[in-house]
């Protein structure tokens, strides 16, 4: 079972910055919170990850809260190929698992 | 270029065969994956396998077998016992056998469909 929720859908503008949240209040210590994104009929893509520290690569940004409790995947610019299901995945060092649950449909308009 | 090729994109079969879906990656990753994918859902670890030789159940395996005899290829089996295997099938790997602390790299997938 998925540790996460998300909204179901949102709609961004393009070139806006996109906010995804993400709600994982029951997270442990030693848990990591991964996003990945799939595009339409494509196998799924790792964006990033965190333990407790905010994050930022090429892709996008992840904000944790202090507690731990829930988290935001931050596009900055959003363009119309970022439309996608994205997935928030909280998992355990040492688990082989990923848990996908149904995910977020973002939508990018022009 | 390195990375994870699945074959075939689409694939039919009648019920009742078993089906072979192909999986190799050029990347040197140890850990490799089969996931299951319905419409609307998230993905569903089928199995997985962190070395050569070796490989474990995942959530789903009933109906599915695996092998995995060279580091660069993990190909899955559907057989007549899955009772429903009309999906999406998707394909991972990722470095070594830290599991998911390496990210995993997916393949384009194969849609399967029994008629």
């Known amino acids: 079972d998925a540790k996460t929720t998300q909204p179901p859908s949102m709609d961004c503008a393009e070139g806006r910055a996109a906010n995804l949240p993400c709600n994982h209040s029951?997270?442990?210590?030693?848990?990591?919170v991964y996003w990945y994104r799939q595009i339409h009929s494509q196998g799924p893509q790792y964006i990033i990850h965190?333990?407790?520290n905010n994050e930022t690569n090429e892709m996008a940004s992840l904000i944790i809260t202090e507690d731990r409790k829930s988290s935001t995947l931050i596009l900055p610019h959003a363009t119309l190929r970022d439309t996608a299901v994205y997935y928030c995945?909280?998992?355990?060092?040492?688990?082989?698992?990923?848990?996908f649950g149904k995910g977020m449909k973002l939508t990018v308009n022009p | 270029d390195g990375g994870i090729t699945q074959s075939p994109k689409y694939l039919f079969r009648k019920e009742g065969q078993n089906v072979t879906l192909s999986c190799e990656q050029n990347?040197?990753?140890?850990?490799m994956y089969w996931y299951r994918q319905d419409p609307g859902q998230g993905l569903r670890l089928i199995y997985y396998?962190?070395?050569?030789?070796?490989?474990q159940k995942g959530d789903i395996a009933e109906g599915y077998s695996v092998s995995r005899e060279k580091k660069e290829s993990f190909p899955l089996t559907v057989t007549s016992a899955q009772k429903n295997p009309t999906a999406f099938y998707l394909c991972?790997?990722?470095?070594?056998?830290?599991?998911?602390?390496?990210?995993?790299?997916f393949g384009p997938g194969t849609r399967l469909t029994v008629l």
């Open positions: 991972a790997s990722s470095i070594g056998a830290r599991g998911h602390r390496d990210e995993q790299f």
């Open positions: 029951t997270i442990s210590g030693n848990e990591y």
């Open positions: 965190g333990l407790k």
């Open positions: 995945i909280v998992t355990w060092d040492g688990s082989e698992k990923l848990v």
């Open positions: 990347l040197n990753h140890d850990a």
């Open positions: 396998s962190q070395i050569v030789n070796d490989f």
